[in-house]
Structure formats: C-alpha cells, structure tokens
C-alpha cells in the first residue's frame, strides 16, 4: 500500500513537473551548434535542428507553449519545421503534439509511444486512467529500434535500447555534429523518474545509459531531458549512482528485507546532497527500485 501511494504521488508530480502560469514562461534557446539549439521553458528540453531543408524538433513541451515555441524556432530559421520527434509519451515532451502536427510537422516516435496515445490506460498502481490522444496527436512515423534522417547535411539516428525511463524511449544522435539528445533517458533534476506503469525499469534505465555512454566522447555535448547541457562524464555519474543503488536495494531484499523496509536502510544517504534536491527523494527513489526489482 505505501508503495502504492508513492507511485501515486510521484505520478502526480511528474504530471506538475514544470507548470506553472504559462503565460510568463519564456522560451530561451540555447546554441549548442551552428545549426544545432537547445531550447528551455516549461517542460522537458526541445532540441532544434536548422538548415535550408527545414527545421526538425525534438520533443514540444506542453500544448499552450506551441505557439511561444514556434515562434522561438522561427527566430532561428524561419523555415517549415518538417519533423517533430518525442523521446517519450510524457505530457511535458509530447503536449503540442497536436499542434505542431497541424502546422505541418511529421510526428516521429517509438511504436509503443503511438500505441499508448492511441488508448486509454489505466495504471494498476494509482488507478489512474488517461485518456486516447487526439489523433492529430499521433506520431505517423514510428519504429522498433533504430530509425536514420538525413536532413541539412546532417545524419540524424533514433535509438530505442530498452525499457528504461518508459518502454518507449528514443535517444536521439546528431552523428556529423557530435550531438546527443536523450530525453528523460538522462535527466539532471536528481534521482531520474522511473515510470513503471509505462513499461520503464530500472535494469533497463542502467542498460540505456550504457548504450547512451557508447555513443558518447569527451567532446560530445549532451542535451538531457531536464537541466542544463551535460558531458560522457555526468551520464557516466549518474549511470554509477544508480547501479550503485539499485545492486545495494537488490542485495538488501536477498537478505530478506521487505520492500517498505528498504527506505530506512540509509542507501542513498551519500547522494541526498546532489541529487535530492529535485522532486524525487532519495528515499522515494529506493522505494521505487525495491518495487521494481521485487515486482510489487
């Protein structure tokens, strides 16, 4: 039960995470690259990619930023944008879906991220029930595990590795640039959100974040799924800290622990002081994972 009414809480935190009066937020972009952007407002990072054969975005915020959002991309290059990728189903990377998709732009995504705008789900854990996307809202180009663009002189590859951050997950890889995006896949809030109730894990998160570092050189840059631009070297901390956690939880339910006794065995006490300061908690992230790998 209580491991229960955490997922709900974190459910609902996930869903707030970055709203607020949208009226004021403004979109920022960030130069990464010549032709490559990073732009910040209200959710989930928005990578941009410009050039003469039109624009490609990944990933849209929430919908009543569509038109903020367009309007930043327009001050980078004023052409069509021709691709609208989501690296996942969530709401604050996938909200102006609708919107995007009727100014034009091709919808692109893992086949499980179609699947799941398609339907109503219900999560066992919260009870919780989402509603179908509008179909407008539903990616048209989909794939299993790997996907090539070639758009402004550039080699753009999608990857799906595992059921990670959601079972639907797409890392997105500027090849000729040198640039990644990898949605939630990696995140720099904190303790990244599981979400098992749609389809994530945590072996499978630790398992992305290994095929992630291969892409990856001390001189790629990396545009997470929340904060700031990041380096091989913070996606290697973060995928260290979290197998770290996850094979200290495992250990600990072999001795015969039980899933609620996890929280008060001090795992993640060490890392409280990075990593606690965003809206999962150290104690809240070892319940998660002690759930998991326990199947409660």
């Known amino acids: 039960m209580k491991y229960i009414l955490l997922t709900s809480i974190l459910f609902a935190s996930l869903a707030s995470f970055g709203q607020g009066n949208m009226d004021t937020v403004r979109i920022q972009p960030i130069k990464v690259t010549e032709q490559i952007y990073m732009l910040k407002g209200s959710g989930g990072n928005i990578g941009v990619l410009i050039g003469k054969e039109g624009t490609l975005m990944i990933d849209n915020q929430f919908a ?134 749609n389809g994530g894990s945590v072996n499978g998160f630790i398992n992305t974040l290994d095929k992630i570092l291969l892409l990856l050189d001390d001189n790629t840059k990396l545009i997470p799924g929340h904060g700031e631009l990041a380096t091989k070297a913070d996606v290697k901390k973060l995928r260290d800290g979290i197998a770290d956690i996850r094979d200290q939880v495992a250990a600990a339910l072999k001795k015969g622990k039980k899933v609620e006794d996890i929280a008060a065995l001090g795992i993640t006490d060490k890392y409280e002081a990075e990593w606690g300061k965003g809206f999962v908690k150290g104690k809240d992230f070892v319940m998660m994972v002690a759930g998991n790998l326990s199947g409660k």
């Open 64 to 197: 009543p930023l569509s038109n903020k959002i367009n309007g930043a991309i327009k001050t980078l290059d004023p052409g069509e944008i021709r691709f609208a990728i989501n690296t996942h189903v969530h709401g604050d990377h996938s909200g102006g879906n609708e919107n995007f998709s009727k100014m034009g732009a091709t919808l692109v995504a893992h086949d499980n991220v179609r699947e799941r705008m398609m339907k109503e789900t219900v999560n066992p854990q919260t009870n919780r029930t989402t509603p179908p996307r509008d179909k407008a809202a539903w990616p048209v180009v989909t794939f299993a595990n790997k996907l090539n663009l070639h758009l402004n002189d550039e080699d753009v590859i999608l990857h799906h590795f595992d059921k990670g951050h959601t079972n639907g997950d797409v890392i997105v890889q500027f090849k000729n640039a040198n640039v990644v995006h990898t949605g939630d896949a990696f995140v720099r809030y904190g303790y990244p959100y599981i979400d098992l109730s």
